[in-house]
């Protein structure tokens, strides 16, 4: 899902003016990609987090210990959510930071080969 809306988000934000603002935009659309990603798949995540807390002889299904997480949280979606705002606020700042250096690494990769294959 990241790389499906990576090029159309950060075509929708401003043109940079300048390498900075390249640097900003591959930042800002990373973090807002990163941020949803992260919130919709949260509830995956607690559940995780509780299978690998339960310490026995047998795994249980995903699908056991999500209705056994349910339970526990009354049968309300809304709570499985619980602590996704410092879920959402690690999300935006590493993947702000991963998109941004991947974009630069790329271009220099980029510039090196022009640099290699193309000497002046």
């Known amino acids: 899902m990241f790389f499906l809306f990576r090029n159309p988000l950060r075509d929708s934000l401003p043109t940079p003016q300048s390498y900075m603002g390249t640097i900003g935009v591959n930042f800002v659309s990373g973090a807002c990609l990163g941020g949803a990603n992260s919130t919709i798949i949260y509830p995956v995540n607690v559940v995780k987090s509780y299978q690998q ?12 210990s999500f209705k056994k997480v349910l339970k526990e ?10 602590g996704v705002q410092l879920n959402f606020s690690r999300a ?3 993947w702000g930071v991963i998109n941004a250096t991947y974009e630069f690494c790329m271009y220099s990769t980029n510039q090196m080969k022009y640099f290699y294959h193309h000497p002046s």
Not at 58 to 63: A, L, N, R
Not at 73 to 82: F, Q, S, V
Request: proline share 0%; aromatic share 16%; glycine share 0%.
């Open 53 to 64: 807390k339960q310490i026995s002889e047998s795994q249980e299904s995903f699908m056991t």
């Open 73 to 82: 949280r009354d049968y309300k979606i809304r709570k499985l959510y619980y």
């Open 92 to 94: 935006i700042i590493s």
